[in-house]
C-alpha cells in the first residue's frame, strides 16, 4: 500500500467525531457541552476507530455500517483515558492540558462517568447490538483488571493502602503480557471483532480478526514501552516509566534477566525511590541500554506483529485487507 | 400494616446481597475479590432492593422475578456511592471507612468502574432486558447530572476550576428540585418502573410507578436535608452540608428566603468561607431555626409523600400495595 492509501486511511477515522460529538450533546446537558466534548477536541488519532472501519470493510462490510461501532470503540478508549489521567494525575495528554487538570478532579470523574453512558447509546446503533456489547463490555472489565496489573506493577509513588500491600514485586513476563493484553490488547481485539460484527462476518472470521487484533495490540504496546526506554520519535518525556515506578515495562523487565545483580538493585531502587531524579533515570537508563533488551522486545513486537497479519489469511483478497496489514505495521511502528 | 410486616419488608431487600456477590465475582479476577466486595460488606439497608421488589410484587409478577431487577439497581445505586466519596473526599460511609480510605483512590475509581460493568451483567439476566437498561442508563445519567448540578451548588471548598467559574450562586427553589430529581428521585423512579418490568405491568402501571418512586424520591431528599440541619435522628455528623458549603440543602435555601439581609449574608458568607468552624456552624444552624423553613420543608416533603402514594391506587387492591404505601412513609420518616 502506497503512502497516500495510508494518509486516506488515517482520515477515515476521523469521520466518527460528527458521530461522537452528537452522542455526547443527545446524553448530557446543553450548559455541561463545553468540558464533556474537550477531550475530544484535544486530538488524538482515532487508530482504534479506523481498525473498526477497516475491519468491516475486510469482511465485506460498508463503511457506514462501521461508523456507530467506530465512534463507540473510540469512546471506550477515551473513557480509560480520561479515568486513566485520574489514576495517574496525568497533567498532559496530546500536548494539552488533561480533562483533569482543565476542569478538576470531580468534574472529570463525572464527564468519564458520562462518557461509560454515551457509549452505551451508541452500541443501541451497532448491526449486532447484544453481540456487540458482549465484546464492549468484556473489554472494559479486561481494560479495568489490565489497569489494576499495571498500577500493582509500580513500586512506588502511590499512597493507596491497598497497592502498598500488593505490589508486584518480582513479575514474571507472563505476566507483564498478560497485564498489557487487559490494559492495551483486548481493546485492539474487541475493535477488530466489532468492525467484524459490522461487516457481518462468520464466526471463523470474527475469531480470526479478535486474534488479528489481539496480537497487533501486543506488539502496539511493547514498541510503546521501547520508545518510552529508547526512543525519541514520539516526543514523549523519555523513561517516563521510570519516573513513573513502572516495573511494568517490557525493556526494564528483560534488562534485568541480563544484568548482574548489583546493576539490577541499583534499577531497582531507583524505581523504588519516591523521588527519581534525572541522573537516577539516566542511570537506570544507561544500564538498560548495556543490554540486549531493547533488540529483544523489538524482535519480540516483531514477532506478534507477524502472528497478527497471519490470521488475515482467513479473508478474501482485498484492498482493505492489505489496508489491515498496512495498519496495523503502522500502529506497531508508530508511522500512524 | 404492622411492624412485623415491616421487619420483613426491610429482610426482603437483604436476598439480593449473594446475587451481587455473584455477579462481582464473575467480573472481576479472584485476587480482586476482597476489595471489590468490601463496600458491600460494610452495611447498607438495601432500601432500593425492597423498593424493587414490592413494586414487582404489587404489579403480581413473583418475588423471584424481582431479584435480579433489584440486585441491579442495588448495584447503580452502590457505584454512585463508591464515585461520590471520591468527589466528596469522603472518609466514614455507614460508620466505616469508605472505599478509597481503605484501599486509596486509585483502587476506588478501579471498583466503582468494575461495577459499572458488573451491573450490565445484571440487566441481561431481567425480565424485559432492553427495557430495564433504557431505564437504569436514564437514571444512571440522570446521577451524572445530578451529582454536576450538586456540587455546582456548592460556594466553596473545591479547587475544580470549572467549579470556581460556574459556581450556582443564587439558586432558586426549583433548580433545587431539578438536581435532587436527578441525583436522588430518578433512581427511586427506576427502581420502581424496573420493578413494575419485572412484574410485566402494562404501560399506565408503569408509569404511575415511575410518578410514586419519582415524588417518593423527592419528600425522602428533603428529609434528608431536613435531618442534616435540624435532626438528631441518623446519628449522622450535624451540619454537614453547612460544613461542606452546601446551599443545595431544602432547610437553608427556605431560611434564606426568609432571614432579612444581614442574617441572610451572614449565612452565605459562612458557606462561602474555605473553613467552616463549629462556632460557625452553630450560628448559622441558629439563623435556620430562627425561620419557619424546617416546618416548610417538612411539609413540602408531606406533600410529595401524598402525591407518591395518590399514584399506587392504579394498582390492584393487596398487601404488596399496602406495603409500597408503608414503605414509602418508612424511607421518608426514616423508620427504614
Known amino acids: ?194 468492525g467484524a460484527y459490522s461487516g457481518r462476518a462468520n464466526l471463523r472470521i470474527i475469531r480470526s480478526l479478535g486474534e488479528f487484533g489481539w496480537n497487533a495490540g501486543l506488539a502496539f504496546q511493547i514498541m510503546d514501552d521501547v520508545l518510552d526506554i529508547c526512543g525519541e520519535e514520539t516526543g514523549k518525556q523519555i523513561g517516563k516509566d521510570i519516573v513513573e515506578h513502572k516495573l511494568g515495562n517490557a525493556v526494564i523487565l528483560t534488562a534485568l534477566r541480563y544484568l548482574p545483580r548489583p546493576k539490577k538493585s541499583e534499577i531497582l531502587t531507583t524505581l523504588r525511590s519516591e523521588k527519581v531524579s534525572r541522573a537516577m533515570l539516566m542511570r537506570a537508563r544507561q544500564l538498560v541500554m548495556e543490554t540486549p533488551a531493547e533488540k529483544d522486545c523489538r524482535e519480540i513486537a516483531g514477532k506478534y506483529l507477524l502472528e497478527a497479519k497471519a490470521h488475515l489469511s482467513v479473508l478474501g483478497k482485498s484492498v482493505y485487507r492489505d489496508g489491515l496489514a498496512t495498519l496495523s505495521e503502522a500502529i506497531v511502528s508508530r508511522t500512524f
Do not use: W
Request: glycine share 6%.
Open 1 to 194: 500500500m502506497n503512502p497516500d492509501t495510508l494518509t486516506k486511511i488515517v482520515k477515515i477515522g476521523r469521520k466518527v467525531d460528527p458521530i461522537i460529538f452528537k452522542t455526547l450533546a443527545q446524553a448530557s446537558s446543553s450548559t455541561f457541552q463545553s468540558p464533556v466534548t474537550y477531550h475530544f477536541k484535544t486530538g488524538g488519532k482515532r487508530m482504534r476507530a479506523t481498525l473498526v472501519l477497516i475491519a468491516c470493510a475486510a469482511c465485506g462490510g460498508r463503511i457506514e455500517d462501521g461508523m456507530n461501532p467506530a465512534a463507540l470503540v473510540e469512546m471506550i478508549h477515551n473513557y480509560s483515558l480520561v479515568m486513566d489521567d485520574l489514576i495517574d494525575r496525568g497533567l498532559v495528554r496530546r500536548g494539552k492540558p488533561t480533562v483533569r487538570v482543565k476542569f478538576g478532579d470531580s468534574v472529570a470523574l463525572l464527564i468519564a462517568m458520562l462518557y461509560r453512558e454515551a457509549l452505551d447509546d451508541l452500541i443501541e446503533k451497532c448491526i449486532s447490538p447484544n453481540k456487540t456489547r458482549a465484546v464492549a463490555v468484556q473489554a472494559m472489565k479486561d481494560i479495568i483488571e489490565g489497569e489494576r496489573l499495571d498500577i500493582m506493577f509500580e513500586q512506588a509513588g502511590r499512597e493507596d493502602p491497598y497497592l502498598k500491600a500488593h505490589r508486584t514485586l518480582n513479575p514474571s513476563f507472563a505476566l507483564y503480557i498478560e497485564m498489557i493484553g487487559k490494559k492495551t490488547a483486548a481493546l485492539f481485539k474487541a475493535a477488530s471483532q466489532i
